[in-house]
Nanobody, 117 residues
Framework: QVQLVESGGGLVQAGGSLRLSCAAS????????MAWYRQGPGKQRELVAD???????NYVDSVKGRFTISRDNAKNTVYLQMNSLKPEDTAVYYC???????????WGQGTQVTVSS
């Protein structure tokens, strides 16, 4: 059974930075594309960034140049470095493995990111 545990969220002022972590278990981590998603207030969950097993990355346009996804296969952990945060980045952030464009595991509890103006 895949388990995903997100951490690192918090309250930050606009322009600040946070680093999110997601520890994964129950899957062959190094073989999986991993992704970060977010769900803002009153919004649908959206894909923010993903990273393939070979390290290729993709980002939604709204975070390009500000967010960086990375992974540590030795620790079964994926990270999201978020810089120059904006109030519109406020959301619960989730990670998941991704296959054929879709998340493959049950969602974890997520980590709340709140950006004040």
């Amino acid at each position: 059974q895949v388990q995903l545990v997100e951490s690192g969220g918090g309250l930050v002022q606009a322009g600040g930075s946070l680093r999110l972590s997601c520890a994964a278990s129950g899957l062959i981590f190094r073989l999986n594309t991993m992704a970060w998603y977010r769900q803002g207030p009153g919004k649908q969950r959206e894909l923010v960034a993903d990273i393939t097993s070979s390290g290729s990355t993709n980002y939604v346009d709204s975070v390009k140049g500000r967010f960086t996804i990375s992974r540590d296969n030795a620790k079964n952990t994926v990270y999201l470095q978020m810089n120059s945060l904006k109030p519109e980045d406020t959301a619960v952030y989730y990670c998941n493995a991704k296959s054929l464009g879709l998340p493959v595991a049950s969602w974890g509890q997520g980590t709340q990111v709140t950006v004040s103006s």
